[in-house]
C-alpha cells in the first residue's frame, strides 16, 4: 500500500519559516519525481515544487522561488520543504505528491499551513 504522509504544519508569524516532511512507503522512493503543491480556501490547488529522483533538478512556482526550498533523502524515503520568509498569502493545505512529474500517481492527506499579520 503506497502511503504518503506529510508533517511540519502548523501557525507562524509572517516572516518566519517551517519545515515540511512528507514520508513515503509502499514503492521505491528513489524512482519517482516528488512534489508540492498548496490549496487555499476557494482556491484550486496549484504546484509550488518539484524535485527529480536524484535531487539534482528542482522547479519552483514563480511565488515561492527564493524563499521555499525541496530537497529530498532517499535514504530516509523523505522530501522537505523548507519554507522561509512566509507571507500570509502563503496559508494553505500543502500536499505532497508522487509520480512521473508530467502525472502524480499518489497524494498525501495535507497538513495545514498558516501565516499569520
Known amino acids: 500500500q503506497i502511503q504518503l504522509v506529510e508533517s511540519g504544519g502548523g501557525l507562524v508569524q ?3 519559516s517551517l519545515r515540511l516532511s512528507c514520508a513515503a512507503s509502499g514503492r521505491t522512493f528513489s524512482l519517482y ?5 498548496r490549496q487555499a480556501p476557494g482556491k484550486d490547488r496549484e504546484f509550488v ?3 527529480d529522483w536524484s535531487g539534482r533538478s ?3 512556482a514563480d511565488s515561492v522561488k527564493g524563499r521555499f526550498t525541496i530537497s529530498r533523502d532517499n535514504a530516509k524515503n523523505t ?3 523548507q519554507m522561509n520568509n512566509l507571507k500570509p498569502e502563503d ?3 500543502y500536499y505532497c505528491a508522487q509520480g512521473m512529474g508530467v502525472r502524480w500517481d499518489y497524494w ?3 497538513t495545514q499551513v498558516t501565516v499569520s499579520t
Do not use: D, E, P
Request: overall charge positive.
Open 14 to 16: 509572517a516572516g518566519g
Open 33 to 37: 519525481v516528488m512534489g508540492w503543491f
Open 49 to 51: 515544487a518539484r524535485i
Open 58 to 60: 528542482t522547479n519552483y
Open 79 to 81: 522530501v522537505y520543504l
Open 91 to 93: 496559508t494553505a493545505v
Open 108 to 110: 498525501g492527506q495535507g
